[in-house]
């Protein structure tokens, strides 16, 4: 049989029962479109994790009171629960530590924020003005605090965008206007761009003040929350970060190497975080994939049924000369060509709901050319193996047999 023929053979085969073979390829589309939906919202939630930490700041490393555990591993206090580094930690370091281009201590404290008869509770974050480029952040209006803010102790505030929201309505101009901070009068001075982000964690969900100010009137204490370190180089963090170890482990006396701080690497977190998408990506695919398993299994069935309803027509063929290898391609290929054509559709399916799925919701989807060849490739492999047992039965039907077949 001549590949034109074959060709023609399973078009007329598949086109002469359309409901059949449409059910049939029903469950490769659906499998087709689900993985295809699922990695591309992995893809998303990888990409999403990863613009999150890049918005904290490139190279970061942040040096955090407290330890994770003691001698023993018995625990001695959460990271951030203690208050063991100090304004003067984040001076020495600033002084004593090479390839590092910004310092940036901070205090954190959730208050009570009151404007007239609207309130809120939010974090309020004392920081210095290098905090603002370690971090990124940009001005809506108005502007980030002055050094000399900073050293007058000023009862200023720069707000996030998602707080003025609160407070004032949507795209109010609030420069000059004053807030209460746990009953403390602040005069509004910015408004930072918005950079996105849900919950207790958004970066717009937040205000800044100077960190003398809010040691001052807000923490009444010496001690900080964290000391924000910008290096220089992505290459050069491990190497700092050793440093910043030693010289603080030297400046708090302590000698059984068992720190009262932590680090926290911004590239260990991005390593951390891929892994644990990747790892939710194969697991979105692969619960997916398991649509694709029951649609092989649905043209295994509709191909064995379609052998036992042709077993005369399979007797008349090798009665006439056919071989067993022609048998064997006519059904193979109407078998590969329904996982074809449901490959196609189901494509076609999985990139559409993707896209409605990334416009109108807040999941954010990625769709890659590897995830679309993947679920093709997958789809043909399915056609092969679960077309094969049903090709081979009918290729060695014995004709005599096949002939008496009722």
Known sequence: ??????????????????????????????????????????????????????????????????SQSGPGNIVRGGMGSSSTLTIQDAEYIKEQILNINNVAPEVSTRKQIIFKQNNTNTSVYGVNIEYQAIKKIEMESGTFLKNEQITKFSKVAVLGSQIRDDLFGENIQVIGQKIKIDKQEFTIIGVTKTKGGTGMGSLDDRIYVPISTAQHYLTGGDSISAINLEVSKEELMEQVQNEVTGLLLVRHKIKNNQPDFSIINQADIMDTMSSISDTLTLLLGSIAGISLLVGGIGIMNMMLTIVAERTKEIGLRKSLGARNKEINSQFLSESIALTFFGGIIGIILGYLVAVVIGKFSQTATVITLSSIILAFSVSAIIGIIFGYYPARRAAKLNPIDALRYE
Do not use: C, W
């Open 1 to 66: 049989m001549i590949f034109s023929d074959l060709i023609k053979e399973t078009y007329l085969s598949l086109l002469s029962n359309k409901s059949r073979s449409f059910l049939t390829i029903l469950g490769i589309v659906i499998g087709i479109a689900s993985v295809i939906v699922m990695i591309s919202i992995g893809h998303g939630a990888s990409k999403n994790i990863e613009e999150n930490i890049q918005s904290l700041g490139t190279n970061l490393l942040v040096v955090m009171p407290g």
